[in-house]
């Protein structure tokens, strides 16, 4: 139960009845394409001609479309029902550090196209780098009609005034991204924390997520992100700043965080604290006392895992290291949340098999709840943090709609 924001409701509307039974068909017609008319009454209990009546609204807004006609026992032949997948497109931009992906995705999430560029300190350089390719992906597909731009970032987004707030990984000044790229496209633009972006995109593609109320997607990568959906619903916090767990203590008066905080989760935990535990094994003189983001001098964490693989010692002790302070924050999360699903993405999850165990060990030793908790590796296949930026534009067209 919900109590009424008395600053912030929204009453019901002589529309509203219509609105939310065009919701429950369109997401009907997702879920179970191809699909009859009379099926569609038969899922949603409603009218065979209120499912009519939308379903015509639905085709002239080009959402959805008519196929092949079925088969039925008695002779008669429905046409079928799929969402107009070839017509609309999404367009996503992974903002990451070092590079950005951009792609142009049909409505499950298949990329159609997909190219890279670097990101950069300065993010005026960045969107003259940034529009070009955009316009470009719009114009290779001159079928596809772009319903909006969803952007991630490694940061926390604002969502009153759109502006980034957090972002110590990206190190950008304040900047307007939203409003660069919506005035350069003129496409709307949906720009969210990349881990809320995950979240969001297992919620909606995701196969291990069906069913699940309580989820949290933990980003790995030069930090952690934490995005959180309770209850169905993304938690935002005040200021967008909820998730912030790689930016709490875990070793007490630890290594300095670029945030400001000592001994912060992602220090430990993150792809960039394997790097610097496989560095400081392999050459103590050169640790430092700070010790943070050695990155740029030693070897990647693609390098790190490829040796894992190859049976290097030093690199399976750091990556075993990393994946035991992960497991150590998982526990908190598990014991003050107790989610249905934690899900994990990053490059970490190549050696889930090797790490898989090693978080389960960690949490079991740090979580004395009985939540029943799963934690599993996001499926790389899918490019989950690109697969996110395009959940934020879905979401908009598909999400429930907010009554009172
Ligand atoms: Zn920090």
Redesign the pocket.
């Known amino acids: 139960m919900r109590k009424i924001d008395l600053n912030n409701f929204q009453v019901a509307r002589s529309e509203t009845a219509r609105d939310i039974n065009r919701s429950i068909v369109l997401n009907l017609i997702r879920g179970h394409q191809p699909i009859s008319r009379a099926d569609l009454a038969r899922h949603s209990g409603l009218q065979r001609s209120t499912v009519s009546v939308i379903a015509e609204q639905l085709i002239e807004e080009r959402w959805v479309t008519e196929g092949a006609n079925g088969v039925t026992p008695r002779g008669r032949r429905p046409t079928f029902l799929h969402l107009n997948k070839g017509r609309i497109g999404i367009i996503g931009v992974n903002i990451r550090p070092a590079l950005t992906t951009v792609a142009l995705a049909d409505l499950d999430a298949n990329f159609l196209s997909q190219e890279s560029l670097p990101t950069g300190p300065d993010p005026k350089k960045f969107i003259d780098g940034l529009v070009p390719r955009l316009r470009n992906l719009i114009k290779m597909h001159p079928e596809i009609t772009c319903e909006g731009i969803g952007v991630s970032l490694p940061g926390r987004v604002d969502l009153a005034s759109q502006r980034l707030v957090f972002a ?1 990984n990206l190190g950008w000044p304040d900047f307007d991204l939203k409003a660069a790229i919506e005035k350069a496209t003129g496409l709307p633009v949906e720009l969210e924390n990349a881990a809320n972006s995950c979240a969001l995109a297992e919620i909606w593609f995701g196969k291990q997520a069906v069913g699940v109320r309580n989820l949290v997607a933990v980003t790995v990568s030069e930090g952690i992100g934490v995005g959180l959906i309770l209850n169905h619903q993304l938690l935002r916090g005040s200021n967008g700043m909820a998730g912030e767990f ?2 709490t203590t875990i070793v007490p008066d630890g290594l300095e ?5 000592r001994g ?1 989760w ?2 430990y935990a993150s792809s960039s604290a394997a790097v610097r535990y496989y560095v400081q094994s392999s050459s103590p003189v050169r640790s430092g006392r700070k010790g943070v983001r050695q990155s740029e001098t030693g070897p990647t964490f693609d390098d790190l895992l490829r040796l894992t693989e190859q049976g290097d010692p030093k690199a399976k002790e750091a990556i075993r290291l990393m994946a035991d302070y992960l497991g150590k924050g998982i526990a908190l999360l598990v014991t003050g949340l107790a989610p249905d699903l934690i899900v994990v993405v990053g490059e970490i999850t190549r050696a889930w098999s090797r790490i898989g165990s090693v978080i389960e060990e960690a949490v079991k030793r740090h979580s004395f709840t009985p939540a029943a908790t799963r934690v599993v590796p996001a499926d790389r296949s899918s490019q989950p943090r690109l697969r996110g930026t395009i959940a934020l534009v879905l979401q908009k067209h598909f999400g429930a709609p907010s009554v009172a």
Do not use: A, W
Request: net charge neutral; charged share 20%; aromatic share 0%.
């Open positions: 110590p790689g930016h965080c670029r945030c400001g905080n912060c992602e220090l």
